[in-house]
């Protein structure tokens, strides 16, 4: 059992910067390959960014590529989302999630995921 508390939402203004993280508890945290999703109004959840379990591999919608980094610090259970020059369109909610046994060519599937936490609301201004 994995629980996950996502913190560092907010407001920010287009072209600022936010760097939300997500605390894992469980001492199998390392096993679990992580993802950041997020979600807008009157919109389906969406793939955002993916971690493998020691961190080597990394993958990311084509939407913040170059924009957003994932990390991880598996001493710490967090894993964390860098998110850089953001826009208007990166409001959503911001959802961590684990994966046991993830199917890496899979990352950006939600149902890949067994573990979700509540979210963090991210708020991008014009």
């Known amino acids: 059992q994995v629980q996950l508390v996502e913190s560092g939402g907010g407001l920010v203004q287009a072209g600022g910067s936010l760097r939300l993280s997500c605390a894992a508890s469980g001492r199998a945290f390392s096993r679990y390959a992580m993802g950041w999703f997020r979600q807008a109004p009157g919109k389906e959840r969406e793939f955002v960014a993916a971690?493998?379990?020691?961190?080597?591999?990394?993958d990311y919608a084509d939407s913040v590529k170059g924009r957003f980094t994932i990390s991880r610090d598996n001493a710490k259970n967090t894993v964390y989302l860098q998110m850089n020059s953001l826009k208007p369109e990166d409001t959503a909610i911001y959802y961590c999630a684990a994966a046991f046994l993830l199917v890496w060519s899979s990352a950006g599937s939600l149902n890949e995921y067994d573990y979700w936490g509540q979210g963090t609301q991210v708020t991008v201004s014009s």
């Open positions: 971690i493998s379990w020691s961190g080597g591999n990394t």
